[in-house]
């Protein structure tokens, strides 16, 4: 049988009190997959200089991802995620900077080609 100790390791309690850490319950997030093919996209667009800083907000209803061409300066798009809309709208929006919704859909894949842009032969 093993002894459990009254007495509690004060370092052992500080490890419990890190695991449970306010986890993002009841919020909205990014999965990995998404989050995947933001940062793809978000990575091209720096590497061609047009992009600079980026913000990521889990609040309680939707998730944003900003994108900036300079860190002072208000985002140039947001990129939303909306539970309550997926079911009629589209979960996933592009906002710009003057507040317009770009393109709004279901597939975060379609609705990035509003701002991802392709090299095309002219």
């Known amino acids: 049988m093993s002894s459990i100790s009254e007495e509690a390791d004060p370092g052992?309690?500080?490890?419990?009190?890190?695991?449970?850490?306010?986890?993002?319950?009841g919020r909205v997030t990014f999965n990995r997959l998404?989050?995947?093919?933001?940062l793809n996209l978000y990575g091209r667009m720096v590497a061609d200089g047009e992009w600079r800083d980026y913000a990521i907000d889990f609040l309680k209803d939707h998730a944003v991802f900003s994108v900036f061409r300079r860190a002072s300066e208000v985002p140039i798009y947001r990129i939303v995620k909306?539970?309550?809309?997926?079911?009629?709208q589209g979960?996933?929006?592009?906002?710009?900077?003057?507040?317009q919704i770009l393109r709004r859909g279901h597939d975060l894949d379609r609705v990035l080609l509003v701002i991802d842009r392709k090299l095309a032969l002219v």
């Open 12 to 25: 052992d309690s500080r490890a419990a009190e890190r695991q449970g850490a306010a986890p993002l319950q």
């Open 34 to 38: 998404e989050l995947n093919r933001i």
């Open 82 to 88: 909306d539970p309550r809309l997926a079911r009629k």
């Open 91 to 99: 979960a996933y929006s592009v906002v710009s900077a003057s507040g």
